[in-house]
């Protein structure tokens, strides 16, 4: 019913990221992170409604997302060391986030 909410977000570009700050860099990588942190939410989604259609039909394999949300985890865990390390060594952390 909803116009503004898109049920399906996989497959979009990160867009509507604001632009905040002065450094490039440290907005691409916060992207990343935000790309990562967005990710283990799908995967947390579509665990849900594989919970939820084993529960309606006894047929359904929701364990194998434990996998993937592992993975997903560690890569949303690098990008933000890097975002980390980045405003660290740059020094590009003050006057925004
Ligand atoms: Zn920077």
Known sequence: ?????TPNTSGTRGS?????????????????????IREISELQNQQ???VIDT?????GDFTRFD???HV???KKEQAKY???EHVEKHGCHEGSI
């Not at 509507?16 to 990562?36: D, M, S, T, W």
């Not at 529960?55 to 047929?59: L, P, V, Y």
């Open 1 to 5: 019913m909803s116009p503004s909410r």
């Open 16 to 36: 509507n990221i604001p632009q905040i700050g002065f450094c490039e860099e440290k907005n691409r990588l916060l992207g990343e992170f935000v790309k990562a």
């Open 48 to 50: 849900m409604q594989a």
């Open 55 to 59: 529960a309606i039909d006894g047929d």
């Open 67 to 69: 996998v993937l949300l």
């Open 72 to 74: 997903a985890q560690e």
């Open 82 to 84: 890097a975002w980390i």
